[in-house]
């Protein structure tokens, strides 16, 4: 089973950007749809975006225009770029296949002055 790790998160102004990446351990070419979710304290897991395989995409309307997801199968990775963050993005950020009902790690993104 290909395994996905989350990086990049970490603390940021509002108003700031970050990039988050989500590598694999194998091939995603021929995985479909994959997703940025994200986890904030005391709320359950919410799409934030998905991708997928021809490269269309999906955003949460609280992260239209500021949030960009991407995919390299080349390098068997899925970005997500976010800009214009606000304190409210604060959470842990989680990429898998849409199809996946098992969490990786995570990556912490803390949006605060």
């Known amino acids: 089973q290909v395994q996905f790790v989350e990086s990049g998160g970490g603390l940021v102004q509002p108003g700031g950007s970050l990039r988050l990446s989500c590598t694999a351990s194998g091939s995603i070419s021929s995985i479909g749809a994959m997703g940025w979710y994200r986890q904030a304290p005391g709320n359950s897991h919410e799409v934030v975006a998905r991708?997928?395989?021809?490269?269309?995409?999906v955003y949460a309307d609280s992260v239209k225009g500021r949030f960009t997801i991407s995919r390299d199968n080349a390098k068997n990775t899925v970005y997500l770029q976010m800009n214009s963050l606000k304190p409210e993005d604060t959470a842990v950020y989680y990429c898998?296949?849409?199809?996946?009902?098992?969490w990786g790690q995570g990556t912490q993104v803390t949006v605060s002055s």
């Open positions: 991708i997928f395989s021809r490269g269309s995409t």
């Open positions: 898998k296949p849409v199809y996946q009902t098992s």
